[in-house]
């Protein structure tokens, strides 16, 4: 399809600061000169994370982010291009795929310091939420989704995953790189134009964290990876099996959570999206595609999603790490909600009222 290297990457600046890259992945883009005219007062975000001393869990704290932009009509749309008296996040009058630090981050490089404990109480423990939070804009058409974006064009964002991946994590105290996209108002989504967002977190996740432990555990007991020996069993099953590419498979998990789910693999370890070949990027772009178009079908509408990359933690876990993306929905029915109710949210007790061989014969059509 093509090389990350016919990527055209132009790096600028925002009114307040802010960092902005413009990806473009068609030869006859434009240079991109435009300047921001925007009177925008610098960004001061106040993010911080406190350590739960029952669970052991850390909570980002960012009340900021409160004021962020919420449902602005497509007119006034802060990720379209910037038209004619209508100044936007993106400062050029057309774009390929853009990426630019978000203004109301959950995680900051400039976050300033705080106490190491709440109120002098020094079991819970307390940090300024240094990170990085950016926004990707995955076209310039405000009424497309991800679902109906070219091959070519899915690649390009890998590509620019892959590279902000690298990028964050050359940032002191990154620990860990998640891009994901959120998709649809059930989501909670508050931006209707297509695109994710990428968060550098300054620890690693508990997900990542009891994943890399099963592995480990896995590892030493048999010799080999958990994901590989799942991958191989669900591909010999073919139960759960929703699509298959040469470098990737697609299948809901048996022990699905979510009313629809579907897991992404790799047929080799690899820890991140920078490790991919040429070959598996393409790969993965027609594949998902075919994914989202089966779950777009299943209802007959676009469905709302989380497209959740998992990646290997920038200093730790590489050798056990098996990158994927998990991609499910909250949708039960076709205008029914799965809601983290009592045992969900109380207890960490999933409870689907979905088999996994359900979804993936429903998927399948």
């Known amino acids: 399809m093509k090389e990350a290297s016919?990527?055209?990457?132009?790096?600028?600046?925002?009114?307040?600061g802010r960092e902005i890259i413009y990806f473009d992945d068609t030869p006859d883009a434009p240079p991109r000169t435009a300047v921001d005219t925007r009177d925008?007062?610098?960004s001061q975000p106040h993010s911080e994370v406190r350590r739960d001393p029952l669970t052991g869990e850390r909570v980002a704290m960012a009340a900021h982010r409160q004021t962020r932009t919420y449902k602005p009509p497509a007119d006034l749309c802060p990720l379209c291009p910037t038209s004619p008296g209508k100044p936007t996040e993106i400062p050029e009058s057309s774009y390929d795929v853009a990426v630019f630090e978000n203004?109301?981050?959950s995680f900051a490089e400039d976050v300033p310091e705080v106490p190491s404990t709440v109120d002098g109480m020094d079991m819970v423990a307390r940090a300024a939420g240094r990170g990085r939070?950016?926004?990707v804009c995955f076209t310039s058409d405000h009424n497309t989704s991800f679902g109906q974006l070219t091959p070519h064009r899915v690649r390009t964002v890998v590509d620019v995953?892959?590279?902000?991946?690298?990028?964050f994590g050359r940032i002191p105290g990154v620990a860990q790189v998640f891009p994901f996209e959120n998709r649809g108002e059930e989501i909670g989504v508050t931006l209707h134009h297509p695109h994710g967002q990428i968060y550098g977190y300054p620890f690693v996740t508990p997900k990542t964290e009891r994943m890399l432990s099963v592995a480990g555990e896995y590892f030493a007991e048999h010799g080999r990876h958990v994901m590989g020996d799942v991958l191989a069993a669900e591909r010999a099953v073919g139960t759960r099996?929703?699509?298959?590419?040469?470098?990737w498979t697609a299948f809901v998990p048996a022990a699905a959570r979510w009313p629809v789910e579907v897991h992404v693999v790799p047929h080799r370890q690899v820890p991140d999206l920078p490790a991919l070949t040429d070959a598996e990027r393409d790969d993965f772009a027609d594949l998902y595609l075919r994914v989202l178009h089966l779950m777009d079908a299943l209802?007959?509408?676009?469905?709302?999603?989380i497209a959740a990359w998992h990646q290997a933690p920038v200093r730790t876990g590489r050798d056990l790490a098996w990158l994927h993306l998990e991609v499910f929905s909250v949708l039960r029915t076709k205008d029914k909600l799965k809601y983290l109710a009592g045992s969900e949210s109380g207890m960490g007790v999933w409870i689907n009222d979905v088999t996994p061989e359900q979804i993936a014969e429903r998927l399948r059509g």
């Open 241 to 247: 099996i929703v699509a298959e590419g040469e470098h």
């Open 40 to 42: 925008l007062p610098a």
């Open 103 to 105: 203004r109301f981050p």
């Open 6 to 16: 016919e990527l055209r990457r132009t790096a600028a600046k925002l009114a307040d």
């Open 299 to 305: 209802y007959d509408r676009q469905l709302p999603y």
């Open 161 to 167: 995953w892959a590279d902000r991946t690298e990028a």
């Open 133 to 135: 939070c950016e926004v």
